[in-house]
């Protein structure tokens, strides 16, 4: 895997991975960015939930859940001295549609966290991961 990281302006980057696709990657403006655009850390929380998403609804799907909506949100506290990690994740999972079963969502998200997901399986280096789950 390769990506290539290229300075727009300041402390304002965009990124170029082997999908061919562009990110741009920011930072506050007194930090010398131009406040545009997703930070690094937040891209870290959307890596992490989209990953376990992912893997979640792959899973439902061949437990034969029908999700018609699915919504995560994440809250996290990082670390107070340098490299500010994450220490505490929290991951709730809102699910809507038909034949969603709690003991299956259960499974889903374990499968996710402790097997799949490898973002949380760096994530979880330095961070107690915590999840909830609603179904509407």
């Known amino acids: 895997m390769k990506t290539r990281i290229q300075q727009i302006e300041g402390s304002s980057f965009a990124a170029l991975s082997d999908s061919n696709h562009w990110a741009v990657l920011d930072t ?4 010398n960015g131009s406040d545009g655009s997703t930070g690094p850390m937040e891209m870290v929380l959307n890596a992490l939930g989209s990953c376990a998403g992912i893997d979640i609804l ?9 999700v ?3 919504q995560i949100n994440i809250e996290a506290e990082r670390a107070d ?12 999972f809102v699910f809507r549609g038909e034949g969603i079963k709690e003991r299956d969502v259960e499974k ?3 499968l996710s966290l402790s097997k799949y997901c490898s973002v949380a399986g760096m994530v979880g280096q330095t961070a107690d991961i915590r999840t909830s789950f609603k179904i509407d």
Do not use: C
């Not at 506050?28 to 930090?31: F, I, Q, R, V």
């Not at 792959?58 to 029908?66: C, D, F, Q, V, W």
């Open 81 to 92: 001295e340098h490299p500010r990690v994450f220490t505490k994740v929290h991951l709730e």
């Open 108 to 110: 889903a998200i374990d």
């Open 28 to 31: 506050s403006a007194k930090d």
């Open 58 to 66: 792959l899973i439902l799907e061949k437990m034969r859940a029908t």
């Open 68 to 70: 018609t909506d699915f």
